[in-house]
């Protein structure tokens, strides 16, 4: 038998899969998606199995035999090798980085894996038994070479025996030490062989004799025995006691804000739209639906009840949300409806924690998974639904190799379940919106606030007005007026900074210089708490000039708005506000996030004072106010989504007033308030935004009329990498056809990070069928000649940002 392998080894000829003989002793348990030890080169390397087969291509004295198998049952079922081998493809990555992307990072660790035995002579395989010869505790690489890996999994199955796993690393499985006392008879026997002066032993004894037969925790015995492990140790060296681990699961933190109690009835627009995802989860047949609901429509009671409908009829549902650690609401309330069948992976757990919810979900001990963009891959095999919420957000977008589309995946998974897939969104993506408009997905709307709220009242503020008028300040009259109002209410209120483009940087107002990173071309942030300058891009630190570095004058200070700069205005204002202050720098702790959010949900502030991460999933009611001071930072950024992210983010964060019984109010300050993306974020009225922007994707040649793929080059030699990027750009104007664009190359408009310059170039087409293959063979190029010279080339087929 001769299995085909993939390894461990991202390299360009090493991205296929390779022969190994089969050993005897492992044909019998052994199947596509187990892991195995192969000798490559001079190296052992992890590999996971993709094929057997009875014959190779290759000269069979040449190939060599599997070393170890690393696992009894498949990581990788049929259907996510089969995922793989096609992300790899769309991804144009390797097929390792592909598969990986589906495992938790815990198991590309070295391993070592024992067979552990309660009770070797019950065992009732005459020859399992005879190979333990009475050890509790042996290598599973020996019961391999004595060809009992069969017997093994066997046992395994019915519970006889348990295979544990060491892992030369932190993340390993959590166990407890346990210890089992003997029985009565034998630790009496025993404590007669005492010395009268081993006191302590005696004294364990006797404890011992009290819990004859029991299993308890080390923890526990040497607590309630009040002795130290030495001593324990020497009575189970004794024979008194035995020890054993027990696999535990770590506990992640769970969120814990307190949601209602279910809605009792569905509003007539959130019951059509279940039923028709009910309908099609009937069916049985993949569909896919954009569940366009306004802001606080009852979007996730409609996701709650289709789920509680999968899990009726015996599936498994996968909810995705953009950053888990930002809706922790969100979380608690799938906790809340389907307790311990949820398992939650956030980004914030350990890797230690993500590889147990991983074995939750192997072991279908939950049915539920809520987590972010990598979660799409958990290893159900029964799915019946896939939900992904705020369907717009980049997030779901992986940054790097594979670098795939959450959204896309839930669709190819859903073809092989045949199981409907739910896109949800106040802001669907132009392009999600366009396929709806199609046909291509089910369309279903929610018009209307669950709570029958209206949407809150936004006034539009100018900004150029006010400086006109002599106001200097960041807050506007009527802004200002709304919070004064809502502080003397007892209401509150939410101030939102947009943060990108957006923080303190340190100018001369001398000489105009501002500072900037050594490593790249972008200025200097500057971070109050730690009183340091920051590079973003690169983590830099420095500490502040008291001097402009460049003509020494002393009038450096500081621009800009960061948070902690309007926590110091908003306290000039209004000494007797409490503010919540949330964003990296006040939440970088675990847990922090949860209880920022707690604090202000029990009225323990009058302001929540944010960027990005306060702008979703909150759903308080005694919020009332939302300001955005800047709306304008994303506008001018030089992506051709800027119009895009900018009219979801006012939509999102404006949201967030006026859910329950009170109404909301919204001032959205800007220096464009005549832009088409602010005047109608004020309207909230998501279909006129989308016939303008649509037009103006058309004019411009982007998606969703055209497709683009991004080709960036890095290099730390300014002159190369202009070179290498020419160089390429000609070769796909060669190769693709006449009606393709290709536009570049250009500098990035970051064109140094790191001390590495960067070029890109674009290429926008309809249809270009020789684009794979012209790019596979780009790749192909760039891994065999050019990647030798230092340059880095990646390739983003449909970027979410350029
Ligand atoms: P979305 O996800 O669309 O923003 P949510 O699902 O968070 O909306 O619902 C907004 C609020 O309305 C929540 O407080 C929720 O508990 C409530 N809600 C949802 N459906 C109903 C309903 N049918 N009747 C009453 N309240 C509802
Ligand atoms: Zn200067
Ligand atoms: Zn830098």
């Not at 500072?515 to 830099?540: F, M, Q, W």
């Not at 002393?554 to 708005?561: A, D, M, P, V």
């Not at 209880?595 to 759903?619: C, V």
């Not at 919204?666 to 220096?671: D, E, N």
Request: hydrophobic share 40%; aromatic share 8%.
């Amino acid at each position: 038998m001769i299995a085909e392998v993939i390894v461990d080894v991202a390299a360009y000829p090493i991205d296929r899969p390779f022969d190994y003989i089969v050993p005897e002793t492992m044909e019998s348990i052994i199947e596509p998606g187990l892991r195995v030890k192969v000798p490559f080169g001079r190296r052992n390397v992890l590999g996971y199995i993709t094929k057997l087969k009875d014959e190779s291509d290759l000269d069979f004295t040449k190939l060599k035999p599997i070393d170890e198998l690393v696992d009894l049952e498949p990581v990788l079922s049929a259907e996510l090798l089969a995922l793989s081998s096609w992300l790899s493809v769309e991804t144009l990555s390797y097929e390792i980085d592909a598969m990986q992307v589906m495992l938790p990072a815990a198991m590309r660790a070295r391993y070592e894996k024992y067979i552990l035995v309660d009770e070797p002579d019950e065992i009732e395989d005459e020859d399992f038994r005879s190979f333990l010869a009475n050890r509790k505790r042996v290598p599973m690489k020996e019961a391999e070479s004595f060809g009992l890996l069969g017997n093994l999994k066997k046992l395994v199955k019915e519970e006889l025996v348990t295979v544990e796993t060491t892992i030369s690393q932190r993340t390993a499985v959590k166990k407890v030490r346990m210890i089992r006392m003997e029985e009565e008879a034998e630790l009496q026997r025993i404590k007669a062989t005492l010395h009268q002066n081993a006191k302590r032993q005696v004294e364990l004894v006797d404890w011992m004799i009290l819990h004859a037969g029991k299993t308890l925790s080390a923890k526990k015995v040497m607590e309630e025995a009040a002795i130290q492990h030495p001593v324990l140790k020497a009575l189970i060296d004794r024979g008194a006691a035995y020890e054993q681990y027990e696999e535990i699961y770590r506990e992640p933190d769970a969120p814990r804000l307190q949601d209602g109690p279910a809605p009792e009835h569905l509003t007539d627009e959130q019951q059509v739209a279940l039923d028709s995802i009910t309908t099609s989860l009937e069916v049985g047949e993949p569909e896919t639906f954009l569940l366009h609901g306004v802001t606080g429509s009852g979007k996730t009671e409609v996701y709650l009840r289709a789920i509680q409908r999968v899990l009726d009829k015996g599936q498994e549902a996968i909810v995705l949300v953009p950053e888990i650690s930002l809706t922790p609401q969100m979380t608690s309330r799938f906790m809340e409806r389907f307790g311990p069948l949820v398992a939650v992976m956030h980004s914030a757990l350990s890797a230690g924690e993500k590889y147990d919810e991983w074995r939750k979900i192997q072991r279908r001990e939950v049915k539920v998974v809520v987590g972010a963009r990598s979660a799409i891959f958990a290893p159900f095999d029964n799915l019946g639904i896939i939900i992904l919420d705020e369907e717009h957000e980049s997030t779901y977008k992986q940054e790097d190799n594979p670098r795939y589309h959450a959204r896309d995946v839930a669709i190819k998974r859903a073809e092989h379940y045949g199981c409907p897939v739910v896109l949800g969104s106040a802001t669907p993506s132009l392009e999600s919106y366009a396929r709806a408009s199609k046909g291509v997905y089910t369309l279903l709307t929610l018009k209307r606030r669950a709570r029958n709220q209206e949407l809150p009242h936004v006034t539009v503020v100018d900004m150029r007005e006010e400086l006109k008028s002599g106001n200097r300040s960041m807050f506007s009259t009527s802004l200002s007026e709304g919070l004064r109002t809502r502080l003397e209410a007892g209401e509150q209120s939410i101030l939102f900074l947009n943060r990108r483009g957006f923080s303190s940087f340190v100018l001369c107002r001398d000489c105009g210089t501002t500072v900037e990173c050594p490593n790249c071309d972008i200025s200097l942030t500057y971070h109050r708490a730690h009183e340091r300058l920051k590079c973003h891009y690169c983590g830099h630190e420095d500490r502040v000039p008291s001097t402009c570095p460049q003509c020494k004058s002393e009038h450096i200070r500081f621009f800009g708005t960061g948070t902690q700069k309007v926590q110091d205005e908003v306290a000039k204002l209004f000494p007797e506000a409490r503010v919540i202050r949330m964003d990296v720098d006040t939440t970088r702790q675990k847990g922090s996030h949860e209880r920022l959010l707690r604090e202000f949900s029990e009225g323990k502030a009058d302001i929540l004072l944010g960027t990005q991460m306060i702008a979703k999933g909150l759903d308080f009611p005694n919020i009332t106010l939302v300001g955005v001071l800047a709306a304008d930072t994303t506008l001018h950024l030089a992506d051709f989504r800027a119009a895009e992210k900018t009219f979801q983010l006012m939509t999102q964060v404006s949201g967030r007033a006026g859910r329950h019984e009170l109404p909301g109010e919204v001032f959205i300050q800007t220096y464009s308030p005549e832009h088409y993306a602010i005047e109608l974020a004020k309207e909230q009225h998501y279909e006129p935004f989308y016939e303008l922007e649509m037009t103006a994707r058309r004019q411009f040649g982007y998606p969703p009329f055209y497709f683009v793929t991004l080709v960036q080059f890095t290099h730390e030699d300014v002159l190369k990498v202009a070179d290498f990027a020419n160089k390429a750009t000609a070769y796909l104007r060669e190769n693709l056809s006449t009606e393709t664009t290709i536009i570049g190359p250009t500098a990035a408009a970051v064109s140094r990070v790191n001390n590495r310059y960067r070029y890109q170039c674009l290429i926008k087409y309809k249809k270009e069928p020789k684009l794979t293959e012209t790019l596979q063979q780009l790749i192909r190029l760039y891994r065999t000649n050019w990647i030798k010279s230092g340059l880095i080339m990646t390739i983003d087929v449909d970027p979410v940002s350029i």
